[in-house]
């Protein structure tokens, strides 16, 4: 998995999470570092306690040494969170399209490139990340067809969006809107067609 360069260490952060012990983590990986071991991730893995803890500052800090150093893409895609909740959108953007060209393969960061793009009213940019999303994905997603449905809607590619819209019913049924919208997306194309002249 992508997000999970290394597996024991991730096993390891998550024993300490979950007994709400982060700052002793931190603590874990300073003796870590201190030793002859070198674990490349260790640094991610910090960042991403600190994340945890509500220290996004630190974790800024840290990400953004790994990605001048040796950026990976859970580096790039991390950082892009945190600039999604401070509504830096084009850090968001830059980071996520990182992440996406460090690991093309990675449909995660594809959709998540796609957010910053939609989110920066770039449609038919976001459309196109979309696509690739679809493509990587190991499992169609009914979210990924949802906002590239909503791409698609700002470019005026209504019955495109339609389909996106079809799609996204059939894989969460339970969900109303993606048929009212679909539906919604076939009134306004047919609305957009002229009468055949007679």
């Known amino acids: 998995m992508a997000d999970d360069p290394d597996p024991v260490l991730s096993r390891i952060y998550r024993i300490f ?6 700052i002793r983590f931190l603590s874990f990986a300073d003796d870590l570092e201190a030793g002859t071991l070198k674990i490349p991730t260790l640094d991610l893995t910090r960042a991403r306690c600190y994340v945890d803890l509500g220290q ?24 892009a969170q945190i600039a999604a909740r401070e509504k830096d959108w ?18 995660a960061y594809h959709y998540y490139f796609a957010r910053a793009l939609y989110t920066r009213k770039k449609y038919e940019d976001a459309e196109f990340a979309l696509n690739r999303a679809i493509r990587h994905a190991a499992r169609e997603n009914a979210g990924y067809y949802h906002l590239r449905a909503w791409s698609k809607w700002h470019q ?24 009212d919208r679909a539906s919604q997306a076939r009134e306004k194309s047919q609305l957009g067609v002229r009468p055949a002249l007679l």
């Open 56 to 79: 996004d500052f630190l974790a800024k800090q840290k990400l953004e040494t790994i990605i001048s150093d040796n950026p990976t893409g859970p580096a790039c895609y991390l950082r």
């Open 90 to 107: 084009k850090t968001m953007e830059t980071c996520s399209q990182q992440a996406t060209q460090l690991e093309p393969y990675t449909a």
């Open 156 to 179: 005026e590619k209504f019955l495109s969006a339609a389909e996106d819209w079809d799609r996204a019913a059939a894989l969460n049924p339970d969900h109303p809107e993606y048929r």
């Open 17 to 22: 999470k979950s007994q709400n012990q982060g």
